[in-house]
């Protein structure tokens, strides 16, 4: 996957003062842009009462997983009264950590809202999914490397020791 810019989570007076203002308004930019791919893929790739998977793909390929589930859970956070997002997506929203600028009213903004909340939640869950079936298996891949790195550079412990203590 290509290099993607990662989301910018402190306010503007933050940003501005630590001079990191052209980051912030990158970001900004880009949240802006992805909740607009967003509504724009759903509603590109919704044929026949589905929606192809191909629209996760398309928007997670533009602008990384990262950006995209950041939009999705504001989204659902906004939209907190709106039983037509799962439980599971919910609570899969609880653990995706949100810029200051998406926190109250301003967060809005960046709400996905010109597409129906039920296909918005099966939007959630192809992310999620694609999320699972490519970061996933990386990281299993990774942990199976640095175990297999530890155990060949562990000592062997003996038995004895292991009882005495």
Same mark, same amino acid.
């Given at each position: 996957?290509?290099?993607?810019?990662?989301?910018?989570?402190?306010? &503007?007076?933050? &940003?501005?003062?630590?001079?990191?203002?052209?980051?912030?308004?990158?970001?900004?930019?880009?949240?802006?842009?992805?909740?607009?791919?967003?509504?724009?893929?759903?509603?590109?790739?919704?044929?026949?009462?589905?929606?192809?998977?191909?629209?996760?793909?398309?928007?997670?390929? @533009?602008?990384?997983?990262?950006?995209?589930?950041?939009?999705? &859970?504001?989204?659902?956070?906004?939209?907190?009264?709106?039983?037509?997002?799962?439980?599971?997506?919910?609570?899969?929203?609880?653990?995706?950590?949100?810029?200051?600028?998406? =926190?109250?009213?301003?967060?809005?903004?960046?709400?996905?809202?010109?597409?129906?909340?039920?296909?918005?939640? =099966?939007?959630?869950?192809?992310?999620?999914?694609?999320?699972?079936?490519?970061?996933?298996? @990386?990281?299993?891949?990774?942990? =199976?490397?640095?175990?297999?790195?530890?155990? &060949?550079?562990?000592?062997?412990?003996?038995?004895?020791?292991? @009882?005495?203590?």
């Amino acid at each position: 996957m290509k290099y993607h810019l990662p989301v910018y989570l402190h306010s &503007a007076n933050y &940003a501005e003062e630590f001079q990191e203002t052209n980051d912030y308004r990158a970001s900004f930019r880009l949240n802006m842009q992805c909740r607009d791919a967003i509504c724009e893929a759903i509603d590109a790739h919704y044929k026949n009462n589905r929606l192809n998977e191909a629209a996760a793909h398309e928007v997670i390929e @533009q602008f990384g997983y990262e950006r995209t589930m950041v939009i999705l &859970a504001n989204t659902v956070h906004k939209k907190d009264w709106d039983g037509r997002f799962s439980p599971d997506n919910r609570k899969w929203a609880d653990t995706i950590p949100c810029p200051c600028d998406m =926190l109250g009213e301003r967060g809005k903004r960046f709400m996905v809202d010109k597409v129906h909340p039920g296909l918005v939640d =099966l939007f959630i869950t192809q992310v999620r999914r694609e999320y699972n079936r490519t970061v996933g298996r @990386q990281s299993v891949k990774a942990a =199976l490397k640095d175990n297999c790195a530890q155990t &060949a550079s562990k000592p062997k412990s003996h038995k004895k020791k292991e @009882q005495s203590l």
